[in-house]
């Protein structure tokens, strides 16, 4: 069962800017926290950000702040992930993730993926040099 849907990745070339976005197919999975986690080829699975209910709180990677900025439409039951300033080392399959509906501020734990039990089945960035 498709829980939440990962689209807007693509091609870029290095610089550029993509748009993701995480639609929840079906509630209570619209009022969770969510999160941003990436895999690139032959690498593990990277927390990106998070997000709280409300859209008032967010966690960032080291590697990503400054350059991505995750927001929420609860109105569309969609997270978002704006990327500017991409890499190519941002190449990989974007995944969105939830839990539960509470949230910690807890960088370790936010950003343990063993710790969401929802998985979309991922979005692909690809940025060229």
């Known amino acids: 069962q498709v829980e939440l849907v990962e689209s807007g990745g693509g091609l870029v070339q290095a610089g550029g800017s993509l748009r993701l976005s995480c639609a929840a197919s079906?509630?209570?999975?619209?009022?969770?926290?969510r999160a941003w986690f990436r895999q690139g080829l032959g690498k593990e699975r990277e927390f990106v950000a998070a997000?709280?209910?409300?859209?008032?709180?967010?966690i960032y990677e080291d590697s990503v702040k400054g350059r991505f900025t995750i927001s929420r439409d609860n109105a569309k039951n969609t997270v978002f992930l704006q990327m500017n300033s991409l890499k190519p080392e941002d190449t990989a399959l974007y995944y969105c993730?939830?839990?539960?509906?509470?949230?910690?501020?807890?960088?370790?734990?936010?950003?343990?993926?063993?710790?969401?039990?929802?998985w979309g089945q991922g979005t692909q960035v690809t940025v060229s040099s």
């Open positions: 997000i709280n209910k409300n859209g008032d709180a967010t």
């Open positions: 079906s509630r209570p999975y619209s009022n969770y926290p």
């Open positions: 993730a939830a839990n539960s509906p509470y949230w910690t501020d807890d960088y370790r734990y936010v950003s343990n993926l063993g710790n969401y039990r929802y």
